[in-house]
């Protein structure tokens, strides 16, 4: 007979058959209970993501699938994970509870173990059903998975991504497509997705799947949602798209809200304390972005960030006036889809003491002609020194078309080539030192800011870097150009030259004047 699963009954399902084998079992937590609402509901797509350290495994991949075998609410069930060791993992904590666990035994009946290994298991109840669960792997194939001839009627996805694997962009892509038509596809019609995780970078597969922009903290009644746009918050709740999905965070900004206050009650600290404490030392060894990720569901700390927003100096009126020599920067990319990298220029003016005035940004999709254009139009207002772009396979496709239109109408551009750089972070560092330093200032009224700063604060673990990219760009090129002299630099020199090669100046021979 099958029971559908409540909340009530997952609680209960946990004090009466698990609680006791769990080490430093607690009492269970009201968030726990929000964990199972969503679980048990009848939606087909659920995502979670939770704090790292609140049991967010022990309570969905192990209990709500054990209680999902035990209540006949699935037959077929495939446990996935970043890795098939991991998997595999989670695959033996069921399996040691299926068939090892004497409470569950003398109340559901022992069952038969037909397999078991470590990656498979099948059982046989005493009323001759039997049960399937198997273990994955992010990325194994899936193609013409059946058992019995029917489909898996339950995906559990628990940690499908790495802190590796999720910081490059081509393998978070990859993961995307292999979870989209080939994990989920492979399931029975009415087959439903079980998905837990904590957010490792703002691009993330389960990132994507959350509601816009909500996180959660507190517990039960007093569960509360905050909306974050870009680095403003706001309290909102939402549902996005065909997903029924929520995001946690271990306590609010303030500490007044923990998400599980009776588990951070220890030595006699508060939960607050506790936490605080925690906080502060992930901060000491440079990792406050760590701790915001594993803790707060946030895969960057705003203090500690590389860019961060008290960086960004406003253009006052009189910087506008001012007189300089413009730099253009490029990060291209040749594609007008709507999931193509954006082509970027960022226009920047450098005044006599060398201070750095950001003062145009454009970001569009565009092919080649319309890069093309975008450069004479640039070189037509700002009249550029040069123009930062980097070596490679687009350059040498751009460049030909450049070379033929400036051929063509007689205006010519400095083109200085940047050799590409694989440590990304480290190519920011030189715009990092110049904004701490306070000698760069943004045009911050205009439209393209927002976006950008919002971009270069969320960096490295925002969903976009195009930005990002041209910046760095600036950096590199100016402290390649800036070791020559400037032009008036440049005519000091020839008139120091020219004193000093006079006749008529240096030290007499005779008179040692």
Partial sequence: MTIKL?????????????????????????????????????????????????????????????ASLLFRGASYIIVVSDSATQSEQFLGDIARELFENEIIADHFGSPKCLKRNEGDIIAEFADGVQVR??????GQSLRGLKWNNKRPDLVVVDDLED?????????????????????????????RVRMVGTILHLDSLLESLMPERQLAFGGGKNLQYLHTDGLRQYATKRIRNTWHSIKFRAHSDDFSSILWQSKWEIGGKSARQALEDLRESYVKQGLGDAYSQ??????????NAIFRQ??????????????????????????????????VFVVSGVDAQRNIYVEKVIRERMDTNEIVATLFALQSLYQPQAYGIETGILTKTILPVVEEEMLRTGVYMSFVQMPPVTDKIMRTRPMQARLRAGT?????????????????????????????????????????????????????EEEYERQRSSPYTGRNKTTGY
């Fill in 6 to 66: 409540t909340p009530s009954i997952m609680e209960g399902f946990v004090k009466t058959f698990l609680l006791e084998r769990f080490d430093n079992a607690t009492e269970i937590p009201d968030f726990h209970k929000e964990l199972w609402n969503y679980c048990c509901s009848d939606e087909k797509y659920v995502a979670i993501a939770a704090p790292r350290g609140h049991a967010k495994s022990t309570s969905v991949t192990l209990s709500y699938t054990l």
């Fill in 133 to 138: 669960v198997q273990a994955k792997g992010a």
């Fill in 163 to 191: 802190d590796e694997a999720v910081l490059n962009k081509d393998r978070r892509e990859k993961l995307r497509k292999w979870f989209f038509s080939a994990l989920l596809p492979m399931m029975s019609a009415t087959g």
């Fill in 294 to 303: 594993e803790y707060l569901n946030i895969p960057l700390d705003t203090r």
């Fill in 310 to 343: 008290e960086d960004f100096t406003p253009m006052t009126p009189k910087d506008k006036e001012k007189s300089k020599t413009y730099y253009v920067t490029c990060d291209l990319a040749v594609s007008k889809k709507d999931t193509a990298d954006w082509s």
């Fill in 440 to 492: 760069v200032k943004f045009d911050t009224q205009a439209p393209w800011f927002f976006s950008f700063q919002e971009e270069l604060c969320q960096f490295p673990r925002g969903k976009h870097d195009d930005q990002v990219d041209a910046f760095s760009w600036l950096g590199q090129m100016l402290n390649r150009l800036m070791a020559a002299n400037t032009p008036q630099e440049d005519e000091e």
